[in-house]
């Protein structure tokens, strides 16, 4: 796959973008940056960035994992700032980032900004052709709040549709209108729909979210199933399961998916299609949590490039795919642009050279995402959350069952090579400390 985590209808794959958000913050020169070994200066600061999971990693449903704060102990100095740029990385999204960021402070004993946060629903920033479009949100806690923030003008909830149009949500016989009603047609007509994350009356999202797909936004209108089209849909986090308090994984928002679309293709025999797919494992949340990597640096007055990042994660099927997915993205672009500069030595030496259509494939975001500096993403995976060490995962892939071995979304097919993390270790504590060892990085005394 080639993705920045967007799937085009039209070529039905995901497709490598890249490209800048707004100007680059204005660099702040950092009292005391962190020194490291290896010739690097104070001034110059480290050349990598930590990407943190939270649920599985940091905390398991509102209880800490006791190796969080021992972790983070060494990430800060004295004053409290982080020594290296950190981002945590999360496929919640059912909250605003600076409560997420407020959370984290609270849990780990360090101060966390929201700049530092990364929620599944970030990337929709950079959705501008949607955002003065009428859009539906699907999931829960202020949803409506969450996408005004995103930059969303005409956002309408499930909650203000039901309102509307009482009569379509009939599986609960104690909500069914106690007497005959008409719907009450104040809403204009949705043109896209956005699922932030599993609600919590699934049977009445479900429902609600067809009859749109199905009326082409206009629910006074009969199913037009004929259709080999619908509205645009755009959805965040995937996970199948994530792991809380309970000794086996709770479902997830990627299990909600997994019911429309297969609601969706029973009633009209087609696939159900996304305009876009956010959260991890896409190549696009790892690609925009980089940007943020590198505004923190900057901000801090760091002037070392970010070669190498390192993502702490519990789960293969999102955490270590997503990484090594990204990675395999990063050595693909590398290799454009050696192949790209071999071609100009050619070209001025006057002999034809045919560059590939490829190589110049990350031209699309400019407008959005800076390109990456990134050389590397390495996955490590704990032992604290979703991943049993008990269990294999196997090497053939023609010998597993898709359905039951591999829990990532339907649109990302499964590769035994991008599910093998990078280095396994016992929690959060033991992965900073791996970092630090590989990157000869040692803290301000």
């Known amino acids: 796959m080639k993705a920045s985590g967007f799937v085009f209808r039209a070529a039905g794959s995901l497709l490598c973008r890249s490209g800048r958000l707004g100007s680059t913050a204005t660099p702040r020169i950092a ?209 199948l399961v994530w792991m ?30 996304y305009e876009a797919l956010m959260g991890k494992p896409s190549e696009l949340t790892y690609h925009y949590a980089e940007y943020l990597i590198r505004e923190q640096a900057a901000e801090r007055g760091w002037r070392a490039p970010i070669r190498s990042l390192y993502a702490v994660g519990d789960n293969l099927m999102t955490d270590i795919y997503g990484a090594n997915l990204y990675n395999r993205y990063l050595e693909e672009r590398l290799a454009r642009k050696s192949a790209k500069a071999v071609a100009q030595v050619v070209a001025a030496t006057g002999a034809p050279a045919p560059v590939s259509q490829e190589v110049d494939a990350d031209s699309g975001w400019e407008s959005e995402l800076a390109s990456p500096s990134a050389t590397s993403c390495k996955s490590i995976l704990v032992c604290t959350g979703v991943y049993n060490p008990h269990t294999e995962v196997p090497k053939d892939a023609s010998q597993c069952i898709k359905e039951t071995v591999f829990h990532g979304h339907r649109d990302f097919r499964f590769d035994p090579a991008l599910v093998e993390p990078g280095n396994v270790v016992q929690d959060v504590d033991a992965a900073v400390e791996l970092v630090f060892k590989m990157e000869k990085f040692t803290t301000p005394v």
């Open 31 to 239: 009292a005391a940056a962190c020194a490291s070994a290896g010739g690097k200066t104070e001034q110059s600061g480290p050349d990598f960035g930590l990407l943190f999971d939270i649920d599985g990693v940091l905390v398991r449903g509102r209880t800490p994992i006791p190796a969080a704060k021992k972790a983070f102990q060494k990430l800060v100095d004295s004053k409290g700032q982080f020594v290296v740029p950190v981002v945590f990385v999360t496929n919640a999204g059912n909250c605003l980032r600076q409560k997420k960021a407020d959370q984290l402070s609270h849990i780990l004993g360090v101060p966390i900004s929201q700049d530092q946060v990364m929620m599944s629903h970030s990337p929709l920033k950079m959705l501008r052709k949607y955002h003065d479009k009428c859009v539906l949100v699907s999931g829960q806690g202020p949803v409506l709040d969450i996408a005004k923030n995103l930059g969303f003008t005409k956002v309408v909830s499930i909650d203000e549709l039901r309102e509307s149009f009482p009569l379509l949500d009939m599986v609960d016989h104690n909500r069914r209108p106690k007497l005959p009603s008409s719907p009450i047609v104040n809403l204009p007509k949705v043109e896209a729909v956005i699922l932030f994350g599993e609600p919590i009356r699934w049977e009445t999202n479900l429902q609600l979210i067809i009859d749109v797909l199905l009326t082409n936004g206009n629910l006074s209108n009969t199913y037009e199933t004929s259709h080999s089209s619908h509205l645009p849909l755009l959805a965040c986090n995937m996970d």
């Open 244 to 273: 809380a308090e309970a000794q086996a994984p709770r479902f997830g928002h990627g299990t909600f998916m997994v019911c429309l679309e297969n609601i969706y293709k029973k009633i009209t025999g087609r696939d159900l299609k």
